[in-house]
């Protein structure tokens, strides 16, 4: 009897830690913070070192993003589930990335090694108006304010 009582406490405690991290908050990051905050989505830290929402050489806004692979193993990157969504309901995401002066390309899945750094810029489709909500491959990561 005293076994089943242990197990089941062990079982509610398991039960509570795994729905209070499944209902955590997403980050809320003000702008000031934003190159200076490192975001967590599943095996990546991501820290989005620049956003220009003005105009770029080619008329895009522009993002510039540092990726770790915080895993034990290697962990793809795909910038095409990398999304933002402005409090207008617009989806603002990476669009091409810049391989000569005047050349750009769609951009690509990346397969990051395990405790390895990746940086890249990315042109976006749309100007990144705040506040904005983060999301990587479909989920929630961040809320950006003003």
């Known amino acids: 009897m005293i076994g089943k009582v242990i197990v089941f406490g062990i079982s509610v405690i398991l039960l509570t830690c795994c729905v209070g991290a499944a209902a955590q908050a997403p980050l809320r990051i003000h702008k000031s913070e934003f190159s200076k905050t490192a975001i967590v989505a599943g095996d990546l830290k991501l820290t989005i070192t620049d956003i220009s929402i003005g105009a770029s050489p080619f008329g895009m806004p522009k993002m510039e993003i540092e990726i770790e692979n915080i895993a ?15 409090a207008d309901g617009h989806q603002v995401e990476a669009l091409a990335i810049r391989v000569f002066p005047d050349i750009l390309v769609t951009p690509r899945v990346f397969l990051i090694i395990s405790g390895a750094r990746l940086q890249q810029s990315y042109y976006m489709n749309e100007k990144l108006q705040l506040p904005a909500r983060m999301y990587y491959q479909g989920k929630l990561i961040a809320e950006i304010t003003e």
């Open 72 to 86: 034990a193993t290697a962990a793809p990157f795909d910038p095409q589930q990398l999304s933002f969504v402005r």
